[in-house]
C-alpha cells in the first residue's frame, strides 16, 4: 500500500522511500497524477511533512499549470510521430495514418483502438533504430518490450533487455530515435559517466535538442488518456 501524507489546503502527497536518494524532493506529474514526496530511508516521516508543508506555495502553483487530460477520441488531434492528427471516426476495419487524419472504426471505442495503433508504430520505429544503433556499437540486444511507463522513457538491462514507453510514437521520429541510442549505450556501459554520453553523441550526434524536447514537451504526451 502507498504512503501518503496531506498538508494545509488538503493536497494529497504520495509517499516513496528511496535507498538510492540522498535529498528530499517533491514531483508534480504533468499527466495528473498525484504529487509525489521521495525520502531517503533514513529520514523520518515528519520531517518529509514539514519540507513539504514549506513547499506547499510551489505545489499549488505547480499543480495549476499541469494540462488539463486529453481523451483519445474522434475530434481531437493527437500527435504522432510529432504531428497532429485529426481522429475521425470512418468505415475502415483498422486504424489508417493520413496526411493530417487518423481514420478508426467508428463502431469500436476509439481509445484501445488508438492506444494498439500506437504501439504498433512505436515498436516498428523503435526496432529500426535499435537494430541500427546496435549494429554500429557492435552490441546485440534480447528483445523490446513496450510500457506505458510514467518515470521514464526507457530502460535497458544487464541482460540486453530493451524497454520503452509506447507514447514515443507520438514524439517527433528524431526524439524516437534518440531514446532508442540512449538505451542501446547502455548495453556498452550501464551507468551515465563521461564514457556512456561519448557512445550516445556518436550513435546520435546533435542528441542535446531532443532531451531538451523531452523536458519541455515530454509531459504533454502523457496527459492523453486511452481509457477511462
Not at 481514420?103 to 537494430?131: M, N, S, T, W, Y
Not at 556499437?137 to 528483445?143: A, N, Q
Not at 514515443?168 to 556498452?188: F, K, Q
Request: charged share 25%; with cysteine.
Amino acid at each position: 500500500m502507498v504512503e501518503h501524507i496531506t498538508i494545509a489546503g488538503g493536497l494529497r502527497i504520495a509517499v516513496r522511500r528511496s535507498s538510492r536518494a540522498r535529498r528530499l524532493t517533491l514531483r508534480v506529474p504533468r499527466d495528473g497524477a498525484e504529487m509525489v514526496l521521495t525520502l531517503p530511508k533514513h529520514v523520518p516521516l515528519g520531517e518529509g511533512l514539514a519540507f513539504a508543508e514549506a513547499k506547499r506555495n510551489w505545489l499549488v502553483q505547480a499543480a495549476a499549470r499541469r494540462p488539463a487530460p486529453m481523451r483519445a477520441e474522434a475530434g481531437a488531434a493527437l500527435p504522432v510521430e510529432g504531428r497532429p492528427r485529426q481522429i475521425v471516426a470512418a468505415s475502415v476495419r483498422a486504424a489508417t495514418l493520413q496526411q493530417d487524419a487518423l481514420l478508426i472504426p467508428e463502431r469500436r471505442p476509439a481509445g484501445p483502438v488508438l492506444a494498439a495503433f500506437l504501439k504498433h508504430v512505436a515498436h516498428q520505429r523503435l526496432r529500426v533504430a535499435c537494430d541500427r544503433h546496435a549494429t554500429a556499437l557492435e552490441r546485440p540486444f534480447r528483445v523490446i518490450d513496450l510500457r506505458d511507463t510514467r518515470s521514464r522513457w526507457g530502460s535497458c538491462t544487464a541482460d540486453g533487455r530493451l524497454m520503452f514507453s509506447w507514447r514515443l510514437a507520438m514524439a517527433p521520429p528524431e526524439v524516437l530515435d534518440y531514446v532508442a541510442a540512449h538505451e542501446v549505450a547502455h548495453l556498452a556501459h550501464m551507468d551515465h559517466s563521461g564514457r556512456f554520453w561519448s557512445v550516445v553523441e556518436r550513435l546520435c550526434p546533435g542528441h542535446a535538442s531532443q532531451r531538451v524536447w523531452l523536458r519541455r514537451h515530454g509531459g504533454d504526451l502523457m496527459v492523453w488518456k486511452f481509457r477511462d
